[in-house]
Structures are given as C-alpha cells and as structure tokens.
C-alpha cells in the first residue's frame, strides 16, 4: 500500500513534444509561431501595474471577453477564457460528454490529448477512421450519431494538417442531433481555413476552441479560449468555478487584451507562415517527399523507406528538431513546423544531403 489513489495510478498523461533548455536546437517540433508578439504587447507588459499583482484578477475576464467576441463577431456572453486551449479542451469535455449517454467521437489520427481526458473523465471514446488521403471523414460521425454522446476533432486536422470544408461542417451539424455537442478544435484556423464560428447562430451545440498559443505567437502566456452559445458558456464558467476561480491571471488578461487591439500585425505574420509552408511544400516535393497538403502551421510529411523515428533521429544529429509519432498509420511520416524561410531553407538543405536520391 501507499499512498497514491488509483485513479492516479491509471493516469495515461499526454506526451508533449520535447521543449530543450537550451536554445542550440532550430525548434519545429511544437508548432510555435516564429514571429514574436507586437510591438503593443510588449509596451503593456512594461507599463504594468505590478502592485496590482497584490489582489485577484477578474474572475470573469470581462474586458478580454468583450474584445474577443468583438473580434469574432459574437458577444462576450458567447466567449469563455481558460488557462490554454488544452484547459478549454479538458473543461468541454468535463461539460459536455457523457458516458451514460455514449461515447465520444474523434478521428483515430488527430490530437492524442482527446484520448487522455476521455480516460480523465472516464468517458467512454470510440476513434473513427480517417480516409485513405487523411482527411476526416464527416459521414462516419453521423453513421455513429446514436451511440454518441458528442463529438471532437480539429480542423485543420492535426497532427496532418488536413482541412474540413466549411460546407462539409455545415452539413454535419445538420444531421447531427442536437442534443449532443460538436466540438470543433480550431488551434489552426490562423493559417488559411474559415472557421465554423459563423454556424453558432444556427447550431447551439456547436462549441468552438480557440488558443493564443499558435496563430497569436502567445504560446508562453497560456490563453485559449471558446466560442459557444450563452448557456454552454455558463457551463464551462460551473467548471472552472468548480477547480480554480482564476485561471488567467492579470498579466494574460492585460497582455491578451493588448494582443487583440492588433490584428492586423498577426493577419501579416500569418500570411507570412502561410506563404513559406507553401513554398516549403513544394519545394520539399521536389526533394521526393510526400507531403500531405496543410492549412496549418506544420506539414506532415513522409519520405519513401524512412521511419519517422529516422528522419526525426537524423534531423536532431543536425539540430533541427521535429516531431514523430509511433502511431500505427502515420509512423513513417514526421511533423514540421513552419518557422521562418531561412529555418525552411536550412531544413531543405539539410534533408537536400542526408538523403540523396539514388541516382546522384
Ligand atoms: C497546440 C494545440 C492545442 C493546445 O494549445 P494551448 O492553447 O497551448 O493549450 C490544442 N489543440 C490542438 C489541436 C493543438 O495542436
């Protein structure tokens, strides 16, 4: 005996990607933005209060949630804060699965942080294929609609990078029932796709996640946030008040909302990543690689008779790091993050001459 619970003892914690204390390595195996934050955030982070740190933050985020909703074309009662979208994540799940009602839907390729809740929760969860070009397959929701009690997945798609159409999503959730949540991951959206928020009008079980740690280049702030209707809102706020009253503090409310006064320097930072990961395809193409088409700020991609646990191995000797997984299905591929063109190019060259093509 000791004295650890059992529940802890089945914990299966998620694996996150290596996070180096040094800074010897060129870093894309996290899906971090290369670009730092605005100028703004900086200056506000300066001209903080830090007296201010003596008392509580707002419990209710209130200005941040106003000035997310505006940028989202909702209203704050329509926004819910969270300490990262992964909190968000786990906090949806708690809100909005049900064992008893059935199981949780996901693709069997997506974010390997779903199956952890679910085991969290001890939400009973059932992994749907994805098609043979790794794009989530829609209808394979609403065949198992009756013995659901909700669905998850990202879109784009991680770790594939592959993206849902906005009429595809539409059409889901018009024949899904509407008693049970469809909730859309869309950590990526940043990078080129539409986002679903434009249906919450229509669908009140759809509920959207949304985090600062991608697109917005706040991975170190930890914001995530959701967009869902008012009663699903004060669901996750019965959450939150039932594990931690203040989950973003002062400082990210501040520097959060000093971020959303500037969306014009993350549109050009985005446009940026989207320009050099289309270029970084081709390119990479061109080398013989396959690379799956992404709306992301990775790419997953796959080089004939090499392991992903090759190319990620052969990449660190070089100090580039990437992520693989041991995933049946997508054990051979790896995932890339876009950096910046020079870190793309030095990633070119540098497959460019550990895998010459036979012929030369
Ligand atoms: C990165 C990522 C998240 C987590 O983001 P945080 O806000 O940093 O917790 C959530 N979902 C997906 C699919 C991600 O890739």
């Known amino acids: 005996m000791d004295m650890f619970s059992k529940a802890l003892k089945n914990l299966v914690p998620y694996t996150a990607g290596e996070q180096p204390r040094d800074s010897l390595y060129v870093k894309l195996n996290t899906n971090e933005n290369p670009y730092p934050p605005p100028a703004p955030v900086k200056a506000m982070l300066q001209t903080l209060d830090v007296d201010r740190l003596r008392l509580y933050p707002d419990p209710l985020c209130r200005t941040l949630r106003e000035k997310l909703g505006k940028l989202n074309g909702v209203p704050a009662d329509m926004v819910f804060t969270a300490n990262g979208s992964d909190e968000a994540l786990s906090f949806c799940f708690f809100a909005f699965f049900d064992g008893e009602k059935g ?25 749907l294929p994805v098609s043979a070009d790794f794009s989530i397959d829609a209808e394979a929701f609403i065949e198992n609609a009756k013995i659901s009690s909700g669905i998850i997945f990202p879109n784009p798609n991680a770790p594939t990078g592959m ?18 949540a469809v909730v859309i991951d869309e950590a990526y959206i940043d990078f080129g796709g539409v986002s679903s928020a434009g249906l919450l009008g229509s669908y009140t079980n759809l ?14 702030l930890r914001l995530g946030y959701v967009l869902a209707s008012p009663e699903a809102v004060n669901a996750l706020i019965r959450v939150k008040d039932s594990f931690n009253s203040y989950p973003v503090d002062y400082i990210t409310q501040e520097l959060a909302s000093a971020a959303c006064d500037n969306p014009d320097y993350f549109k050009e930072i985005q446009m940026r990543i989207r320009d050099t990961r289309d270029n970084f395809t081709r390119d990479l ?6 690379v799956l088409p992404s709306r992301a700020n990775f790419i997953f991609a796959s080089k004939d008779g090499l392991t992903g646990k090759e190319i990620y191995s052969k990449f660190r000797e070089q100090n580039i790091l990437v ?19 020079a870190d793309m190019d030095l990633v070119l060259k540098t497959a460019a001459s550990l895998w010459r093509n036979n012929h030369d």
């Open 103 to 127: 199981c949780v839907l996901f693709p069997d390729i997506t974010y390997s942080f779903y199956p952890v809740y679910c085991n969290f929760y001890r939400l009973p969860y059932r992994t």
């Open 323 to 341: 992520r693989h997984f041991n995933i049946e299905r997508i054990s051979h591929f790896v995932r890339i993050t876009i950096g910046t063109p």
């Open 207 to 220: 509920v959207i996640v949304r985090t600062f740690s991608k697109g917005m280049s706040l991975a170190g």
């Open 163 to 180: 993206y849902l159409e906005p009429d595809r999503i539409a059409s889901l959730l018009e024949r899904y029932p509407k008693d049970k």
């Open 285 to 290: 193409r061109a080398l013989g690689w396959n």
